[in-house]
């Protein structure tokens, strides 16, 4: 079992930058790719980043070149660095934990919205 908290959320201006934050606890960290997945009113839930355990990133092509993602193994902890986000990028943004030794163990953390004013 993992538990996963996110942090970083808030109202940042379209331009700006902010700095998401999550916090995994409860099993072996460096076993799990890590991923930041977001959902907007009345979309579906949609990844837009993902780190493996050995650090190879993907990005949606609609954040690509503006987010990054990153990893802490020694602090159990993951980022997602938001440069010019724009009001279509408001959304909750969830952390997402995937191990990947064994299939079927999926996590997901409660979300922090981020808010994006034009």
């Known amino acids: 079992q993992v538990q996963l908290a996110e942090s970083g959320g808030g109202l940042v201006q379209s331009g700006g930058s902010l700095r998401l934050s999550c916090a995994a606890s409860g099993s072996i960290f460096t076993i799990y790719a890590m991923a930041w997945g977001r959902q907007a009113p009345g979309k579906q839930r949609e990844l837009v980043a993902r780190?493996?355990?050995?650090?190879?990133?993907n990005y949606a092509d609609s954040v690509k070149g503006r987010f990054t993602i990153s990893r802490d193994n020694a602090k159990n902890m993951v980022y997602l660095q938001m440069i010019s986000p724009k009001p279509e990028d408001t959304a909750v943004y969830y952390c997402?934990?995937?191990?990947?030794?064994?299939?079927?163990?999926?996590?997901w953390g409660q979300g922090t919205q981020v808010t994006v004013s034009s």
């Open positions: 997402n934990a995937e191990n990947e030794l064994a299939t079927g163990y999926d996590y």
């Open positions: 780190i493996s355990s050995g650090g190879i990133t």
